[in-house]
């Protein structure tokens, strides 16, 4: 328990440490610089983390503005409007860059591209495809039909629930609000989220999606000298020319939670919390079991917590573990055991709550551990069914056939030892001491033997 409870407390404590920032020495000069950060994969809780925090510290700073560097397919709704608000209420004006060449700003990344003071992306690149994925089936999602001649229908292009067309016009409001505040294209927003549509840095620039075209860093701090962007309500005038560039990259706290919340770590993590505590209640006082089962169980609470997490997988993850534990210690000949496996595998596929590939559990790992599980399982069983088979080894049908010696006489009767006991026995024969024997029997308490010819 003390063990349990001062690694709980060290987790903790190292969480709750700020994380170092590569800009923090500048603080207390007058001097500006232009921090830079990247933004590399799926949106999640470990970009939101360090995009905000990253905000956060640079309006603490003299910073003149942030440049985010932008490639992402897309991510979580939950953390891209996270990360949207802290742009809005950032006193720093954020520079966003679709960069390098090949990269994207897919889905969440369009609505974080919208939401910047100033959006330039490098040739080669694209944006779009902004329509959000539907996560798992709502109540109230019956389909309704609707006229195909009737071209006034907003939601012609959007098929499907209501619940769907629900959560597509909340996102079309949204992603216009953002093209209005920011003076940009709000008609193609709307088509990005509506149609899933894309655009080329080029078409995006020649439809005012965007506000230049660069190819790198340089160049997209020379064009943007000298323009004019909104921030918090108040013009400001962009003069970047001659400043320093920081580099800002994710910290030890943020790549920590973008380890954890992998979707596949955060699975492996529940799960080794949950063997190693049921090892230490089976085994107690090992301790090592108990507390490393702990400390994984609570980071991969941790994760499910900021992760689309369904309920429903996670019970039915649970109720198989908890009948593959009753099939070890009360056999049932696999039918809780095969029950267990059947509602592991189940639970494990409907986990993640979310159609976005970035989050959900690899099919090969689900695959690997329900059939190691499974393997575990009927080892277990096939230990019970031997045991069940094997002869008693002890007590009176143990002594069948067992050839003892007589160890002495007590008051006419002659004594074998077995099993570290004396136990009387019946011959028709007279016995002495030294006389071998074979067990033939029982008659109640007592052995019935043969004697055996030296």
């Not at 230049?212 to 323009?227: K, N, S, Y």
């Not at 210690?329 to 639970?347: E, K, Q, R």
Request: aromatic fraction near 6%; hydrophobic fraction near 45%; glycine fraction near 10%.
């Amino acid at each position: 328990m003390f063990l349990l409870r001062s690694a709980t407390v060290l987790l903790l404590v190292f969480w709750l440490l700020p994380g170092s920032d590569p800009g923090a020495d500048t603080a207390g000069s007058d001097r500006k610089e232009i921090r830079v950060m990247s933004l590399e994969g799926a949106v999640g809780p470990a970009t939101a983390d360090y995009l905000v925090r990253g905000l956060e510290q640079a309006a603490r700073t003299p910073t003149a503005a942030v440049v985010l560097r932008i490639n992402t397919p897309g991510g979580l709704d939950l953390s891209m409007r996270e990360m949207i608000a802290a742009v809005l209420a950032s006193p720093v004006p954020v520079l966003c860059h679709v960069t390098p060449g090949g990269a994207r700003a897919a889905s969440a990344g369009t609505y974080l591209l919208y939401s910047c003071h100033l959006a330039a992306m490098s040739p080669a690149t694209n944006l779009g495809a902004a329509t959000p994925v539907a996560i798992g089936g709502m109540p109230g999602s019956e389909p309704e039909a609707t006229d195909p001649s009737d071209d006034t229908s907003p939601d012609k292009t959007v098929p499907g629930s209501v619940m769907e067309r629900k959560v597509v016009n909340d996102a079309v409001a949204y992603i216009r609000g953002l093209a209005e505040l920011r003076g940009r294209n709000a008609d193609w927003a709307e088509q990005a989220v509506r149609r899933g549509s894309s655009l080329s840095a080029a078409e995006a620039l020649q439809q005012d999606v965007i506000d230049l075209i660069a190819t790198d860093l340089d160049d997209l701090l020379r064009q943007a000298e000298g323009r004019d962007v909104d921030v918090q309500g108040q013009p400001l005038r962009l003069s970047l020319s001659g400043l320093p560039r920081v580099e800002y990259p994710p910290d030890w706290r943020s790549q920590f939670l973008a380890v954890i919340t992998n979707p596949n770590v955060a699975y492996l993590l529940m799960l080794i919390g949950l063997y190693g505590l049921i090892f230490e209640f089976s085994n107690p006082g090992m301790g090592v079991p108990g507390v490393l089962g702990a400390i994984c169980l609570m980071v991969a609470l941790y994760a499910f917590q900021i992760l689309p997490v369904s309920y429903v997988g996670l019970g039915l993850m649970l109720l198989g573990i908890g009948l593959m534990v009753a099939e070890a210690f009360a056999p049932s000949f696999g039918v809780l055991g095969m029950g267990g496996v059947v509602a592991f595998a189940f639970g494990s596929i409907m986990l993640m709550d979310t159609e976005l590939p970035a989050y959900q559990i690899a099919l090969p790992v689900v695959a690997g551990l329900t059939l190691s599980t499974a393997l575990i399982v009927f080892a277990v069983l096939g230990m019970a069914i031997r045991a069940r088979r094997q002869p008693r080894v002890i007590g009176l049908e143990a002594a069948e056939g067992q050839v003892l010696s007589v160890s002495k006489v007590h008051q006419g009767h002659p004594l074998v030892l077995f099993e570290g006991e004396y136990w009387q026995v019946c011959c028709a024969d007279t016995l002495k001491p030294g006389d071998r024997v074979r067990v033939v029997g029982h008659e109640g308490i007592h052995l019935s033997v043969e004697k055996l010819e030296v």
